[in-house]
């Protein structure tokens, strides 16, 4: 595992030393941007494309062969879901987008309830026994992004904090504690 030894026991006790409350400026203005996108129920392709690339701009050349028609017609579907499954479901159906870019899609719209499933997050959790399979933190499945999202969102709430901050707080923490290069 590409950490240094974890200097906490749990992710309550990371969380108490660790909180990141303040957002990067350029996520903070995408997010502004998209704040539409909630009440509107859809987003657009040029909308899309940013979130995307503001994940995973390697995948680009994929995202881009979704036309408008397509992603008004899926993140309509995305948004309307009644449970995470579905909703992750409909955006993983576009060309590029993974469950960890599709989770990504979902923090930009809503910050408050949702946080990016991300390599070093699920390193940092896993390397505390906070979830459990996957410890390389690849090729997420629908069951591992709601193990994700039921960690976050619990610590979520008991800190009265989004959930974005929580992700983001795990993000900045594997940082720093990485030894080596993150993809070996």
């Known amino acids: 595992m590409p950490l240094k030894r974890v200097p906490y026991r749990s992710l309550r006790a990371l969380l108490r030393r660790e909180l990141i409350t303040q957002e990067d400026p350029a996520t903070e203005a995408l997010v ?3 704040a539409h ?3 509107a129920g859809r987003f657009t392709r040029a909308e899309f494309l940013a979130m995307c690339r503001w994940k995973s701009p390697r995948s680009r050349r994929h995202y881009e062969r979704s036309g408008p028609a397509t992603i008004r017609r899926v993140s309509t579907a995305a948004l309307a879901a009644r449970d995470e499954q579905a909703r992750i479901a409909h955006l993983v159906a576009l060309p590029g ?3 960890a870019t ?7 719209i809503d910050p408050v309830r949702y946080g990016v499933l991300d390599i070093r997050c699920w390193q940092l959790l896993f390397s ?3 979830v459990a399979g996957n410890p390389r933190g690849r090729a997420f499945t629908l069951a591992q992004w709601e193990q994700y999202l039921t960690r976050l969102r619990g610590h ?3 800190l009265g904090v989004p959930a974005r901050t929580i ?3 795990l993000f900045h923490c594997h940082r720093r504690l ?3 290069r993150l993809y070996d």
Request: charge should be positive.
């Open 167 to 169: 992700e983001y707080t």
């Open 102 to 108: 599709a989770s990504a899609i979902l923090t930009l």
């Open 128 to 130: 505390i026994r906070s």
């Open 32 to 34: 502004r941007r998209l």
């Open 37 to 39: 996108v909630k009440g």
């Open 156 to 158: 979520a709430r008991a």
């Open 178 to 180: 990485q030894r080596g």
């Open 97 to 99: 987008v993974s469950v």
